[in-house]
Every structure is written in structure tokens, then in C-alpha cells.
């Protein structure tokens, strides 16, 4: 993807988060609904899209914190959901910011949809625009976070399913990948790992186990082209 000149890069980068923020604004509004249907408070639902900025782990902690699930449920939780964004962190480093603050912005709001973005463009409009592209991109979500929790259970009795809107966004981005690389292996790699971690142990643990055979399936994919 690039970028058209401008003379602010954040000018350029509001622009080139546009695209995200088309799927964040709904995504983000989705959350905030459902996180007030399930128990929590407005105020919480905000902060998590400010603090914790997770789109499928924030999703996945609505049914785990109205059960009252434990800190080592959520830690395990946590990292077989965000796990893979330390392998989007890697090939980023080159373009992060050198001043410690905003390198470490950068990183913690690194996400797939961002990834994704940033991935497309030429290493000089990765390195001037990562950081200000990471802040919109957040921007996009907290506010829809923000109008869904303050809209809460009057929108939620008309607007049925949506908790499907980040599957949705994940479908789009993975759909954008597959048209830009033609790369078939790693969806394949999930989805038979889906398969086969959900006939192989509770549902429970569907998750990680799918997470682990995907990687071991593509590692070995990967390790044998590479030999060859």
C-alpha cells in the first residue's frame, strides 16, 4: 500500500487508518454493547479498550469476568490469544520509534489490523507513519467502545448477533492477506487445527490446542521449503 505524499505524516496516516477504522468503529461499538449486557460497568468497558486494547481478548474476557473466572484462567487466556503478536512485533522493529515512550506505544497497540496496514508499505512510510497510524488506529476503537457502552442494552435489543463483528473483521483481513500474498498454508493450518483440537480435547482448551498444532504444522511447512 502506498500512502499518498502529504505534508503531515499524520495527516497520511489518519488517512491510511481509514480503512481500519471503517471495521474498528463497528467492532469496537460491538464490544462495548456486549461488555454492558454482560455485567460490566461503562466505565470498565472503556478503559479496556484504552489499557488493554485487545479486540478478541477483550471479547473473550466478557463471558470470563461475568463467571468470575480466576487471574490463572485469564493469564492462559491471554496468552494463547495475543501470542502471535509477538511474531507481528519482530519484522516491526527496524520501524519502531527510537525514543523509549513512544516505542513502547507502538508495541502494545501493535494489532492485527494494524500489522496488516503497516505490512504493505515501503519501509520509509512504515518508519515515519507506525507510530501515528498505532494512535489512530486505537482511536477508531475507543470510540466505538465508547458509543456502544453509553448505548448499552437499548441497541442490543434490536441489534441480535453482534458478537460476530470481530470474526467478521478477521474474516476481511484474512480474505485482504490471502488476495495480497496467495499464501493458502496458513489458513489451512488453522482451520485443521480447529478441527482437530476440537475433537481431540474439551472446548475449553480448544484454543490453545488449535494455536499450538497450527504453528507446529507451519513451522514444519516453513522448516522443510527452507531445507529444500
Not at 138 to 155: E, K, N, P
Not at 163 to 176: S, T, V
Request: with cysteine.
Amino acid at each position: 500500500m502506498s500512502v499518498p505524499a502529504v505534508s503531515s505524516p499524520w495527516l497520511a496516516a489518519l488517512r491510511a487508518s481509514l480503512p481500519v477504522g471503517l471495521g474498528y468503529l463497528p467492532a469496537g461499538f460491538a464490544f462495548g454493547v456486549l461488555a454492558v449486557e454482560g455485567g460490566l460497568p461503562a466505565w470498565l468497558a472503556l478503559a479496556m479498550s484504552v489499557f488493554v486494547y485487545a479486540g478478541a481478548l477483550q471479547y473473550a474476557a466478557i463471558p470470563m469476568m461475568a463467571a468470575g473466572a480466576g487471574l490463572p484462567t485469564f493469564a492462559l487466556t491471554t496468552l494463547a490469544i495475543n501470542f502471535r503478536h509477538l511474531l507481528y512485533a519482530l519484522p516491526m522493529i527496524p520501524s519502531l520509534p527510537r525514543r523509549r515512550l513512544p516505542r513502547a506505544y507502538a508495541l502494545a497497540t501493535l494489532t492485527d489490523e494494524t500489522y496488516s496496514l503497516l505490512s504493505t508499505m515501503s519501509p520509509v512510510e512504515r518508519a515515519t507513519l507506525l507510530l501515528p497510524v498505532s494512535l489512530f488506529n486505537q482511536i477508531w476503537w475507543v470510540l466505538g467502545t465508547a458509543v456502544g457502552s453509553l448505548s448499552g442494552s437499548t441497541v442490543a435489543t434490536h441489534v441480535p448477533n453482534l458478537d460476530f463483528a470481530l470474526p467478521c473483521l478477521f474474516l476481511i483481513l484474512a480474505i485482504e492477506q490471502y488476495l495480497g500474498n496467495r499464501l493458502w498454508h496458513p489458513a489451512a493450518a488453522g482451520a485443521v487445527g480447529l478441527l482437530a483440537a476440537s475433537w481431540l480435547v474439551p472446548s475449553q482448551h480448544v484454543l490453545v490446542v488449535a494455536l499450538g498444532l497450527a504453528v507446529a504444522w507451519l513451522a514444519v511447512g516453513f522448516g522443510g521449503e527452507g531445507k529444500a
